[in-house]
């Protein structure tokens, strides 16, 4: 269990921030980044979970919420698993049988979504993009030739698999997709 006793150390101050492993880098890292970026994700999963989803997903969200305090801790400690804890393939196969399920039970699409609808689905389009941009700073990350041998793939794996169901969850949350708002190709050229 964590305990926080206090919540400002002040050895921040000098612009740098400790890793899980002790080591001290600086805040605009690109690790920093990405685990910053997994925590945005939950600050709007958050948004979204006060602005009306109902359960199951609501049950499921929270689920997603501590997964990516999870995920969060895996970039934290580059390298070696040790004991250190890891995302397994379990996480991300779990998201799949809720997308399969979930899925399933949506009206099929016609056209792209754009975001929109109730309020909640807005919310997690939002999740849904954040969620992609950290995804593509895992690879970004995982790119780097320092970093490379240091990072879970299957933490980018997990994004991935995150933002499709957080799509879902948005269609989900509009009526099954009923509410959901279409893109229509080019339905700007005519507008006034």
């Known amino acids: 269990m964590v305990r926080l006793n206090r ?7 000098d612009g740098t921030t400790s890793l899980g492993d002790g080591t001290r880098t600086s805040k605009h890292h690109l690790r920093i980044q990405t685990y910053g970026t997994v925590d945005e994700t939950s600050s709007v999963i958050g948004l979204a979970l006060v602005h009306g989803v109902l359960e ?16 969060g801790a895996d970039l934290c400690v580059p390298g070696a698993a040790g004991e250190k804890l890891r995302l397994t393939a379990e996480y991300t196969a779990r998201l799949e049988r809720w997308i399969d399920e979930i899925n399933g039970k949506l009206t099929p699409l016609e056209s792209f979504v754009l975001p ?33 041998d240091r990072v879970n793939p299957e933490v980018l794996r997990y994004l991935n698999r995150l933002s499709d169901l957080l799509f879902v969850f948005a269609r989900a949350a509009n009526d099954g997709g009923a509410l959901d708002v279409l893109w229509k190709p080019g339905a700007g050229r005519s507008a006034t």
């Open 7 to 13: 919540i400002y150390t002040k050895s921040g101050d």
């Open 56 to 71: 199951p997903l609501a049950a499921r969200l929270r689920t997603i919420q501590n997964d990516l305090f999870d995920v």
């Open 116 to 148: 929109g609808g109730r309020p909640a689905a807005a919310w997690l389009h939002l999740a849904r993009t954040v969620c992609r941009r950290a995804e593509r700073l895992v690879t970004e990350l995982s790119a780097l030739d320092a970093e490379h």
